[in-house]
């Protein structure tokens, strides 16, 4: 979620995007070392939780309804603050369909202010990012990825499960890849996608 929640940050804030320091696991992020100064293409591509949380910190449900409308996304409780309008917890209950779909219109949209920056994180995640397994095993394109680490709500519940959404390629998507995988980070998934879109591109 946290693209289509800074798109809403973005169309709140005249299309600018702020620029945060992450200070790593202290200030809410994944990762326990820092991630430093982001602003929101190096955000993305690394998928920083500390900055999310401060851009969520900015915004309410209700300013949500049109981007999720939008992007054919049920709106979340426009009671919801914080954290759960970037996507952590549970709060957001979205489809596959529904959200390969939403991340189609997005590429569609990728001309409108505020979304090519967020596309532009997506090339750098599978290029150095959280989606580099994607990247370093394809040969002949490059991709757009974002990862993401949620909730596992499997019968044998594990600490979290990876989910990777892939267009390839980057400059004229044919391929939407979108994968869950039980028990690991959303890095880690990047690397099972990355092995399915070779097999592919053979």
């Known amino acids: 979620m ?4 800074a798109l809403a940050y973005a169309q709140a804030h005249d299309f600018q995007y702020p620029k945060h320091v992450c200070q790593g696991e202290a200030s809410g992020c994944w990762q326990l070392h820092p991630h430093g100064q982001l602003d929101i293409v190096s955000a993305i591509a690394v998928s920083c939780n500390s900055y999310f949380r401060a851009l969520a910190a900015n915004l309410k449900g209700e300013q949500l309804i049109s981007t999720a409308n939008a992007f054919g996304l049920e709106p979340p409780n426009l009671e ?4 759960s309008l970037m996507g952590l917890g549970e709060q957001w209950r979205i489809s596959p369909l529904h959200m390969a779909r939403a991340y189609l219109e997005l590429y569609g949209r990728r001309d ?10 997506m ?12 990247g370093r095993v394809l ?6 990825v974002k990862t993401g680490t949620a909730p596992c709500t499997h019968p044998h519940a594990a600490p979290a499960d990876g989910f990777v959404v892939s267009l ?10 979108m994968i869950r995988v039980h028990g690991v980070a959303g890095a880690k998934a990047a690397v099972t996608a990355g092995r399915m879109l070779s097999r592919m591109e053979e």
């Open 123 to 134: 090339a750098q995640s599978a290029q150095r990012g959280t989606g580099a397994g994607v």
């Open 2 to 5: 946290k693209p289509f929640t």
């Open 139 to 144: 040969r002949h394109t490059d991709a757009l």
């Open 80 to 83: 919801l603050t914080g954290a």
């Open 112 to 121: 409108q202010p505020g979304v090519r920056e967020l596309l532009r994180g």
């Open 168 to 177: 390839v390629p980057a400059d004229q998507p044919e391929i939407l890849l």
